[in-house]
């Protein structure tokens, strides 16, 4: 199963999980956007105020027509970032991991 996760400095707050059957897409990732305004509007509503900066990579998906006029609509920023940088590995997110120990 593929999951999806939106998180915050204060925590997660939405994480989607793909059923097997169903292709991401266009449509998929841009009614996924709306569920994250919701739960954006319902747990963190300060956030929509000075508007939200999102760092997706530049999966077939994301860069749409569609998915780039939904981000535009909200007014969402999309944070750049290159096609392959050993800096911001997918795997390095941690998510699931405990926090390591503290050194020193």
């Known amino acids: 199963m593929m999951s999806t996760a939106f998180l915050d400095m204060q925590g997660p707050l939405l994480l ?12 998929w990732y841009t ?7 919701k739960a954006i509007k319902n747990n963190r509503p300060s956030m929509l105020w000075p508007g ?12 749409t027509k569609v998915c780039v006029e939904a981000l535009t609509h909200k ?5 750049e970032h290159p096609a392959y940088s050993p800096d911001l590995s997918p795997c390095d ?3 699931f991991e ?3 120990p503290s050194l020193g």
Do not use: Y
């Not at 989607?16 to 449509?27: G, H, L, R, T, Y």
């Not at 007014?75 to 944070?79: A, D, F, G, N, Q």
């Open 52 to 63: 939200v900066i999102i760092l997706c990579n530049n999966a077939r998906p994301h860069v």
């Open 93 to 95: 997110d941690r998510i």
């Open 98 to 100: 405990p926090p390591s």
């Open 31 to 37: 009614q996924t956007l709306d569920k994250l305004h």
């Open 75 to 79: 007014s969402w920023e999309v944070l």
């Open 16 to 27: 989607e999980f793909k059923e097997p059957d169903v292709s991401i897409n266009a449509q």
